[in-house]
């Protein structure tokens, strides 16, 4: 068995663990690689979410070889086989014990932020990690978590290395894999995209998870009102809506010809905001630059601008850790996945209608947030252009054809059926509130 991905791993180790659907158990994820797993099978529980934090100690020589691990509380853990097989002396373990622990009380507090731990006490605790080699890191967790009370243990992941499960069994009341080959070289090689997990993607899907279980942070205000925003040495106008409880923001990327004024954007903004998600529509250029047909197709310099003004949405109250998201048409969808394709992109997710993703080039491949593709069924040459584009995505993605639509969606209906499809992909991946028929949705939608 192979995984696309993290998320998907997580949603098929879910299925296997609905059992626990309705018992007092908590998820806790490993950071980092367990955290996107744990955070899909704590959605389909309607489980709590946190992290058990736990370092690796590697052999000096070799760090990339376990010899024991180090968690929260002071636990720690040492493989006495690999000690033996390596020759690491009392005085080495000791040094790099001390040096992984130093890392642990600064990891809790950057993904925990101010949010309390999650109680454990007399519950049953679902420890969650990507992948298990020699179990070192995954037995310290569990060691962590018998000390913070937790009652019952499950150790769960996708896939266990077979030589591992004797060890592990001392450490857990009960584990749970979807796969344990003998055959096992690496974690990595159980998935199609294995690319590492941010400390950014980590922190926030355990905000999304505080939220939906009430310890998020307090709501932002509601506001309505134009706004500028400075990006790249130039100030941008914009006009920003935060609903009431809204969970997420999607920007709006326009592309060549449009702006902030849109009816179309306009129109998917409220589609948006009916759903409780914030929406930021500007203009990308400024009116000396809407002119130049070079400003319009610098994709570089659009995905910079985009990248500033998220990082300002950052700035307002009640933004620091609630998801953003990017909604892009023609030239500004390619903005848009250009610049989610930088590793440090603070996007959750990524719609794109009537847009031109050829031009992200062969950045594409880099692009990790949630992406759907949006086009016109009678747009034939855009939608060749996405459909050869979507063969390059690596991450979780999909391609919605609406029939009967052309490039700008002015038929009956389309706007509405394209709206609709973006408010769900963003709804799934921000958090909204209910979804509410889009005014005036007609049409029939292909997946």
């Known amino acids: 068995m192979r995984f696309d991905d993290r998320r998907d791993a997580g949603r098929r180790l879910a299925e296997r663990l609905e059992e626990f659907r309705g018992q007092d158990v908590v998820v806790l994820g490993l950071p980092r690689g367990g955290v996107p797993v744990a955070a899909e099978i704590a959605r389909a529980l309607d489980a709590p979410l946190d992290v058990v934090v736990v370092r690796k100690v590697g052999v000096p020589y070799r760090p990339e070889l376990a010899m024991g691990a180090v968690g929260e509380g002071g636990v720690r853990v040492v493989d006495r086989r690999v000690l033996a097989l390596t020759g690491v002396s009392p005085a080495a373990l000791a040094e790099a014990q001390q040096r992984e622990s130093a890392e642990i009380e600064a990891r809790v507090r950057r993904f925990r932020g101010n949010r309390p731990r999650v109680p454990l006490s007399g519950r049953t605790a679902l420890v969650v990690d990507d992948g298990i080699a020699t179990g070192s890191t995954a037995r310290a967790a569990c060691a962590v978590v018998r000390a913070l009370g937790a009652a019952r243990i499950v150790l769960t992941a996708p896939v266990c290395a077979g030589s591992s499960l004797r060890q592990l069994a001392a450490d857990a009341d009960e584990l749970i894999f979807l796969q344990t080959p003998r055959d096992f070289a690496a974690v990595g090689q159980f998935y199609a995209d294995f690319r590492p997990t941010g400390d950014d993607e980590v922190v926030e899907l355990l905000h999304r998870a505080a939220r939906r279980h009430g310890g998020g942070a307090q709501d932002p205000p509601p506001r309505d009102e134009e706004v500028a925003v400075r990006a790249a040495g130039v100030d941008l106008a914009g006009h920003l809506t935060v609903p009431e409880h809204a969970s ?157 639509a052309t490039h700008l969606f002015e038929e009956p209906g389309t706007l509405a059926a394209a709206a609709a499809l973006a408010r769900e992909w963003f709804a799934g991946h921000l958090g909204g509130g209910p979804v509410p028929p889009a005014p005036g949705q007609a049409g029939v939608i292909s997946p």
């Open 248 to 404: 997420g923001m999607v920007i709006f990327v326009h592309g060549s010809g449009s702006s902030r004024h849109s009816p179309r954007n306009r129109y998917v903004a409220d589609v948006l905001q009916r759903a409780a998600l914030a929406t930021l529509l500007f203009d990308l250029l400024t009116p000396e630059e809407e002119g130049s047909r070079a400003a319009v197709f610098d994709i570089k310099l659009l995905a910079q601008r985009l990248a500033e003004v998220t990082a300002w949405v950052r700035t307002q109250a009640g933004w620091q850790s609630r998801p953003s998201g990017w909604f892009g048409a023609s030239t500004g969808a390619g903005a848009a996945l250009r610049a989610a394709a930088d590793p440090d992109a603070d996007v959750a997710a990524v719609v794109s209608r009537g847009g031109r993703p050829d031009l992200a080039g062969d950045r594409l491949s880099d692009v990790r947030a949630p992406t759907l593709l949006i086009v016109g069924g009678l747009d034939r040459a855009v939608l060749e252009l996405n459909e050869a584009a979507r063969s390059h995505l690596r991450c979780e993605n999909g391609l919605a054809v609406v029939p009967g």
